[in-house]
T-cell receptor, first 113, second 115 residues
Framework: NAGVTQTPKFQVLKTGQSMTLQCAQDMNHEYMSWYRQDPGMGLRLIHYSVGAGITDQGEVPNGYNVSRSTTEDFPLRLLSAAPSQTSVYFC????????????FGSGTRLTVV | EDKVVQSPLSLVVHEGDTVTLNCSYEVTNFRSLLWYKQEKKAPTFLFMLTSSGIEKKSGRLSSILDKKELFSILNITATQTGDSAVYLCAGSGNAGGTSYGKLTFGQGTILTVHP
């Protein structure tokens, strides 16, 4: 099925560990983003990409890295996990320059202990 | 800094009621206002509004944008228990020189519809 696929769905990390959250889309969308969702704070933009090879920082980029080597994949790397990074992470993609009609992945629930 | 504020933060109604959810925004180089519905998992797209005063409708849901007063409302008529969800509003603006529609989300409104 076409859409945005995120893996893993759940992850528990120890403080200081690193990991990569995977995101892949098969809709040939140019625009991809990573958001984190915390209670009472809506979704906050971490990093985004407007095409292969082009990425930029969002509202809360510290502690995260991204790369976009292909149109399909947009992995998010946690360099040294901290408890403050406990959150639900969503990857999203869109064909629209306006950001409209975003398709979201099903999310990764990350707990850092 | 872009800002989107939703009200109320939570709402409890009974089936058949009509609800109005509010969204005000301050977004640099504003392009569009989007509404999403989130039940348990990922947000699903409802509406995108770019023009002031033009109502978008889908079944019992409708939304309108006021670009002069910088707000939008989402109306749900004849509510059903399946409408229970978090409703998210987001403003899309031009993030500096990248010409990319960066989305700034509000906190969300938690709607609970009782039978």
């Amino acid at each position: 099925n076409a859409g945005v696929t995120q893996t893993p769905k759940f992850q528990v990390l120890k403080t200081g560990q690193s990991m990569t959250l995977q995101c892949a889309q098969d809709m040939n969308h140019e625009y991809m983003s990573w958001y984190r969702q915390d209670p009472g704070m809506g979704l906050r933009l971490i990093h985004y990409s407007v095409g292969a090879g082009i990425t930029d920082q969002g509202e809360v980029p510290n502690g995260y890295n991204v790369s976009r080597s292909t149109t399909e994949d947009f992995p998010l790397r946690l360099l040294s996990a901290a408890p403050s990074q406990t959150s639900v992470y969503f990857c999203a993609s869109s064909r629209e320059r306006t950001g409209g009609g975003y398709t979201f992945g099903s999310g990764t629930r990350l707990t850092v202990v | 800094e872009d800002k989107v504020v939703q009200s109320p933060l939570s709402l409890v109604v009974h089936e058949g009621d009509t609800v109005t959810l509010n969204c005000s925004y301050e977004v640099t180089n504003f392009r569009s206002l989007l509404w999403y519905k989130q039940e348990k998992k990922a947000p699903t797209f409802l509406f995108m509004l770019t023009s002031s005063g033009i109502e978008k409708k889908s079944g019992r849901l409708s939304s309108i944008l006021d670009k002069k007063e910088l707000f939008s409302i989402l109306n749900i008529t004849a509510t059903q228990t399946g409408d229970s969800a978090v409703y998210l509003c987001a403003g899309s603006g031009n993030a500096g020189g990248t010409s990319y529609g960066k989305l700034t989300f509000g906190q969300g409104t938690i709607l609970t519809v009782h039978p």
